[in-house]
């Protein structure tokens, strides 16, 4: 395996868990997260959609500006 893919795969793998446990805490306060952000966030685990990416469309979701 070489070292760019290594690399973009340890990076999935933190975001990934970055995600868990923020939805993770989010449970433990009795929140949930619906299908939408659980498909954008599988979208930026996987590097398809990066944090920018994400927090606008989490914001626009939530009318947030």
Do not use: C, P, W
Not at 3 to 23: F, L, P, Y
Not at 39 to 60: K, T
């Amino acid at each position: 395996m070489n070292t760019t893919k290594t690399n973009k795969t340890a990076a999935h793998a933190a975001r990934g868990r970055a995600v868990e446990d923020a939805i993770h805490s989010g449970e433990m306060e009795g929140l949930s997260v619906g299908d939408e952000f659980e498909a954008e966030a599988a979208a930026y685990a996987s590097g398809v959609i990066d944090i920018d990416e994400f927090g606008r469309r989490v914001r626009a979701r939530n009318g947030v500006a």
